[in-house]
């Protein structure tokens, strides 16, 4: 049974031209790309520019730009040049483009409040979009289609909380829950607020996750981000060594973090014994995706398997019980993928 399908080339072209333009505008960003202007202030006879925009809680924000110079001129003038505003509706075509041609893209009221927690810079803080949406990404960077554990209504992120890696300016702060009632969709956190439901789409969460550590289940809170999010076992594997990519949306495309595909494989299979019996149809859904994952990187990337494989197996017999529980049920699921004999072969 083929686990994924192949895009034609044409898609695949389409997605590579997408994917190096949005990343490099992602790269060039600057608070002229978002909405707000620039007013202007006199200081001891000097003047000053700053840019502003509304928060989502409804306050003003200024940032400063700096005097009132060539340099500053300049990114005042690009803030209005209509060739950078072509350039930004040439990101949209090129997104439509390559969903004509059979790329994936993700739900529009997905794409609007992940496109709306990117603009909050929850990635460029070191947030990472996680669960079946990062599934479906993998689609478009392999050039291939999924034919099994695609279906998703929720949407997952996490962080690596307080043990986050990345050097984060000592002055950041970002408001995230604003952000998300900003959206004014209806959604309601929990109490610990490290979920947000819709009531009239029971099945369209947000949920914030981390990394499980010394305080066992209790919500880890980070106080520079507005955010609580709840511990889970083995979620650093997915934490760690995050790449970029590229989501593609009908309002264009998304610049976001995404585990590597390797640890995202491996991490399905260890939570696979962690679900309750009542959420078998989570774990079924968690070794469809590891078998379509690992029926590709197994042949076109496998030295990145074989190392993660044997990183998982060497943090302990927890890490160890669970894995092999996981890849036990995948086996008996895709006995035709021949999983077992690879990986033994792979690992003797």
């Known amino acids: 049974m083929a686990l994924h399908t192949e895009f034609s080339l044409a898609a695949q072209t389409a997605f590579a031209g997408l994917d190096a333009a949005a990343r490099q505008a992602d790269l060039n960003r600057s608070i002229a790309d978002l909405p707000g202007g620039f007013a202007k202030k006199v200081v001891a006879g000097r003047t000053y520019w700053y840019y502003q925009v509304k928060n989502p809680d409804g306050q003003l924000r200024q940032s400063y730009v700096g005097p009132d110079d060539v340099a500053t001129q300049a990114l005042i003038q690009r803030h209005g040049d209509t060739a950078h505003k072509l350039a930004q509706q040439q990101l949209v075509r090129l ?5 004509e041609l059979g790329c994936a893209d993700i739900p529009p009221k997905h794409a609007r409040v992940i496109e ?14 996680v669960g079946t949406h990062a599934f479906l990404a993998y689609q478009n960077i392999f050039g291939v289609r999924w034919t099994a554990g695609a279906a998703t209504l929720d949407l997952d992120f996490a962080h690596a909380g307080r043990n986050v890696s990345l050097a984060l300016p000592e002055n950041l702060k970002l408001d995230t829950t604003a952000a998300i009632d900003s959206l004014e969709m209806g959604f309601i956190p929990n109490q610990a607020y490290t979920s947000f439901r819709k009531a009239d789409e029971p099945d369209f969460d947000l949920d914030f996750l981390t990394s499980r550590g010394r305080t066992g289940d209790t919500p880890v809170t980070v106080a520079r981000l507005n955010l609580t999010m709840q511990p889970l076992r083995f979620m650093e594997l997915s934490l760690q060594d995050p790449m970029r990519a590229t989501l593609i949306a009908r309002s264009g495309p998304i610049v976001v973090n995404l585990p590597r595909p390797e640890r995202y494989a491996l991490h399905k299979l260890l939570v696979y014994g962690e679900r309750a019996q009542a959420q078998r149809t989570k774990a079924r859904k968690d070794i469809a995706q590891a078998a379509a994952l690992l029926d590709y990187l197994l042949v076109y990337d496998t030295a990145e398997v074989v190392e993660m ?3 998982v197996n060497a943090r302990g017999p927890g890490w160890r019980k669970r894995l ?3 890849f036990d049920a995948m086996n008996a699921l895709y006995p035709e993928c021949a999983f077992a004999e690879t990986i033994a072969r792979l690992t003797a």
């Open 324 to 326: 092999k529980e996981g």
């Open 309 to 311: 494989w044997v990183d």
């Open 116 to 129: 709306r927690l990117a603009d909050s810079g929850l990635f460029s803080a070191g947030g990472i979009l």
């Open 95 to 99: 997104a439509r483009s390559a969903m």
